[in-house]
């Protein structure tokens, strides 16, 4: 089936360690986004990618680091991560740059339940 | 500052009629989103707004007035299905989306 694949569906971190949360999409999306989802709060946008080998900052960008190489592939890196970084991350994608050519309908992966101790 | 306002949650009964609002201020305006969330699942896209009026998609029916800053969705004969969390998202003149917290809607029999 058709989508975006996100990995691990959950994990549990020692603060300060590295940790990358994956995301693949076999639609071959042009834009792909990381959020993240807090209780309380709307979704916040860590980074953003409008196509392969660009990337961009969002509200929240501080600790991520993101790289898109190739259309597929979006991984989140949280460099040392923190208490405050746990949260339900979501990777997603549109067929193209919201708001240019399409109604800007997201397709969103599970998500990734991330805790750091 | 952008901001949304939603309700945090609503209680209706199966069978019935539920509106849930949104109001939005945001620097420019692209477009209104409803999108639905399941608990514990990702959430998935509804509608979509950028002309005042009402859009009807089976059940469900949205609403927008930019002149207000305000939308709401309308879901009509409620099944034990629809309970989830209903999230309103406005795109600002950078085509950014703005988020929500999310109403949580429970159905009751």
């Known amino acids: 089936i058709a989508g975006i694949t996100q990995a691990p569906t959950s994990q549990i971190l020692a603060a300060g360690r590295r940790m990358t949360l994956r995301c693949t999409q076999d639609?071959?999306?042009?834009?792909m986004y990381w959020y993240r989802q807090d209780l309380g709060l709307g979704l916040r946008l860590i980074h953003y990618?409008?196509?392969?080998?660009?990337?961009g900052k969002g509200e929240v960008p501080d600790g991520y680091s993101v790289s898109r190489a190739n259309t597929d592939d979006f991984p989140l890196t949280l460099a040392s991560a923190v208490p405050s970084q746990t949260s339900v991350y979501f990777c997603?994608?549109?067929?193209?740059?919201?708001?240019?050519?399409?109604?800007?309908?997201?397709?969103f992966g599970e998500g990734s339940r991330l805790t750091v101790l | 500052g952008q901001n949304i306002d939603q309700p945090t949650e609503m209680t209706a009964t199966e069978g019935a009629i539920v509106q849930i609002n949104c109001t939005y201020q945001?620097?420019?305006?692209?477009?209104l989103f409803w999108y639905q969330q399941h608990a514990g699942e990702a959430p998935t896209f509804l509608s979509y707004?950028?002309l005042d009026g009402l859009e009807e998609k089976g059940r469900f029916s949205s609403f927008l007035s930019r002149s207000k800053g305000y939308s709401y969705l309308l879901l009509k004969e409620l099944q034990m299905k629809d309970s989830a969390s209903y999230l309103c998202?406005?795109?600002?003149?950078?085509?950014?989306?703005?988020w929500g917290a999310g109403t949580k809607l429970i159905i009751k029999p």
């Open positions: 997603a994608s549109s067929d193209s740059i919201l708001g240019q050519e399409n109604t800007g309908e997201l397709f």
């Open positions: 639609m071959r999306h042009n834009a």
């Open positions: 990618s409008n196509t392969a080998g660009t990337t």
């Open positions: 945001t620097s420019g305006f692209n477009g």
């Open positions: 707004n950028v």
């Open positions: 998202a406005a795109m600002d003149s950078n085509y950014q989306l703005i």
